[in-house]
């Protein structure tokens, strides 16, 4: 929860001595965990499998800079109740199918499986309380390297770091590559994360038409502590950060029901897809969607919003607005802002003008 500090005289700190005693509110981190809560408490009442979409704010303590804002909108998909890798493929093809239809061409989308990072660790000789420190190092290799890896590893048993960084220096690119790094036979439970992973890697590959890709990232960790099985991530081009992001969360309902659920879910950051989209020119308003219907008194009002109901179908804006005694300028600013079709008042009614930025 993104926790907002009492001001003024409800802020004592000096008396305080709990975290209560200094936090007034709290603001949701994100959609997942009120998901969550809200299909544990209504689990009778809703299909199996049950899919959800929602749209919405979020907030973090972030240290605003490009990409990371403390307030912003995500975009869910989620899958509850479908222990297969259906529920994978579903959302990363129902997401991949989305950007698309943007207009996005060429991302990449990142997979592994944090059951498979911790078998690798158990393997290279951590024990199972290292998994969070060492997967918030490995986090941070696209960042810092994986010799900034290394430096953050201090601390750990040195052989155990030192087989983790062979592995990493290896550069697999296959799930079926994570088997070097077991010196005996690879346990069966690992065998059947790689071929999940190469399953749903093949299906998504083979409905891509060739407009991304999907690759397999042993690198990829994905922050947050509830994911418990395929986490995926979709980069674009040199940006630096992520579009998109999610993963299969199967232990987080079992939190509030007792028992586990199965449950997998993709969200695309709504204000950094943005971004990208005006970045590489990808919302420049098409020629001819957006009409201007110009009044110049006001008796003509009822005629130009008849008119615009009329001519709503054809356009996907469509605004009335006073003529202006400076219609070179406004003309000018109005086809920056891409409207294309300006309807002007006659004698008998409207005609349409089809005005050129360079002949205003």
């Not at 990829?220 to 081009?237: A, N």
């Amino acid at each position: 929860i993104f926790k907002v500090m009492k001001r003024g005289e409800k802020l004592d700190i000096a008396g305080a001595r709990e975290e209560s005693d200094i936090a007034e509110y709290g603001l949701r981190f994100d959609l997942t965990i009120p998901l969550s809560r809200f299909y544990a408490n209504n689990i009778s009442q809703l299909p199996m499998p049950f899919k959800s979409v929602q749209v919405g704010p979020v907030w973090r303590a972030e240290r605003p800079q490009r990409g990371r804002y403390r307030q912003f909108i995500q975009c869910d998909i989620d899958v509850i109740g479908e222990p297969s890798i259906n529920a994978e493929v579903d959302l990363i093809r129902t997401t991949a199918k989305c950007l698309s239809s943007v207009g996005l061409k060429d991302f990449v989308i990142r997979i592994n499986n944090r059951k498979l990072i911790e078998a690798l660790l158990v393997e290279c000789g951590f024990f199972d309380r290292d998994f969070s420190g060492i997967m918030i190092a490995l986090d941070k290799q696209d960042k810092i390297g994986i010799e900034g890896v290394r430096s953050e590893l201090n601390g750990y048993s040195a052989e155990a770091v030192q087989r983790l960084i062979d592995f990493l220096n290896e550069g697999v690119e296959t799930p079926q590559g994570v088997t070097s790094i077991f010196k005996g036979s690879t346990p069966a439970g690992v065998i059947a994360l790689i071929e999940d992973l190469d399953v749903v890697m093949d299906t998504v590959r083979s409905l891509s038409q060739g407009n991304y890709e999907i690759i397999f990232d042993p690198s990829l960790i994905r922050g947050m502590g509830y994911y418990t099985g395929q986490i995926f991530e979709i980069t674009y081009k040199e940006f630096p950060f992520s579009i998109a992001g999610g993963g299969r969360y199967d232990g987080v309902i079992g939190r509030l029901l007792g028992r586990d659920v199965a449950a997998c879910g993709f969200s695309i950051g709504f204000e950094r897809l943005c971004e990208v989209l005006e970045l590489e020119k990808l919302v420049e308003a098409s020629q001819g969607d957006r009409a201007i219907i110009f009044v110049e008194e006001d008796a003509q009002s009822s005629f130009a919003y008849g008119l615009a109901v009329q001519i709503e179908k054809d356009y996907a804006v469509v605004n009335v607005l006073r003529k202006l005694k400076n219609h070179h300028r406004q003309l000018e600013n109005l086809y920056a802002e891409g409207y294309r079709a300006f309807y002007y008042p006659t004698e008998t009614g409207y005609q349409q003008r089809v005005v050129e930025f360079d002949k205003v």
